[in-house]
């Protein structure tokens, strides 16, 4: 399917975040929800199809190119801000695990993750899990750094600091139209890969793993990518707010307004 049949543009339907545009009546962006359903089976370069993953992403690019933006984007000390708001109508199976934004490098771990759900495990344990229902934010060793209730009707913001030198995080939070505040100090990246190594793709979208499937061999189970139980449900997103921003002159909290950086 071509990238439009997963992807909506909504207009005037929706609100965007507030935190960017003053008068909503005149946003200057519009929402887009992202989905997924069972023919959401990604082939890297025409190699194997990733069956195990029900898989949207759209990753920032400039000038279509998404690894020239790595040279802006990915060096010193930049903020990664991003949106999210549930879809009531595509609800996401949360005893699923779900990976909904990140930056991949060539070696295809993520410098930091948002999460939701329950995450993957062999075999399968008792799911839906407790806190499936919050969003998980993790460091390049998957350490939690923060994690909130995804209540539903609600935008919830994020911006994840990134200093590129020093393998350092920060995470800022708010819900709606309150401004964003750092929920984290400065927090160490050490595990990740320093200079060009460490750059990669801004994801945002949803990622779906499945279930460990008994049926399987235990090399099946294990490879995440290919093998696994999905039940081809539609499922989608709602994001706003999505954008890179260097430090100079402090982060952008909303409103015009900026803050200090997490020191």
Do not use: C
């Amino acid at each position: 399917m071509n990238a439009s049949y997963y992807t909506q543009l909504l207009g005037h339907a929706l609100d965007a975040t507030p935190l960017w545009s003053s008068n909503l009546r005149s946003p200057i962006e519009q929402p887009m929800t992202i989905s997924i359903d069972n023919t959401s089976i990604f082939v890297p370069g025409g190699s194997t199809p990733q069956n195990g993953f029900r898989r949207t992403e759209l990753i920032a690019q400039k000038d279509g190119n998404h690894t020239a933006l790595n040279a802006i984007a990915d060096v010193g000390t930049t903020v990664f801000h991003v949106s999210i708001l549930e879809d009531l109508e595509k609800p996401l199976n949360m005893s699923h695990e779900y990976q909904i934004v990140w930056i991949e490098p060539n070696d295809g771990t993520h410098v930091f993750e948002i999460q939701l759900g329950s995450p993957f495990t062999i075999p399968t344990g008792t799911v839906p899990v407790s806190d499936a229902r919050y969003l998980k934010v993790r460091n390049h060793a998957l350490n939690l750094l923060f994690e909130t209730p995804f209540t539903s009707n609600d935008w919830h913001n994020f911006a994840v600091q990134i200093d590129w030198t020093n393998l350092t995080l920060g995470v800022f939070y708010s819900t709606n139209g309150e401004p964003l505040k750092a929920v984290t100090g400065l927090v160490e990246n050490s595990s990740a890969s320093p200079g060009a190594a460490g750059q990669g793709d801004y994801h945002f979208g949803v990622l779906k793993l499945p279930l460990a499937d008994p049926n399987e061999t235990a090399a099946q189970q294990s490879d995440v990518v290919h093998f696994g139980i999905q039940e081809g449900a539609t499922e989608a997103l709602t994001y706003s707010g999505v954008f890179i921003e260097g430090i100079t002159g402090g982060v952008s909290a909303g409103y015009g307004k900026t803050i200090a950086p997490i020191s």
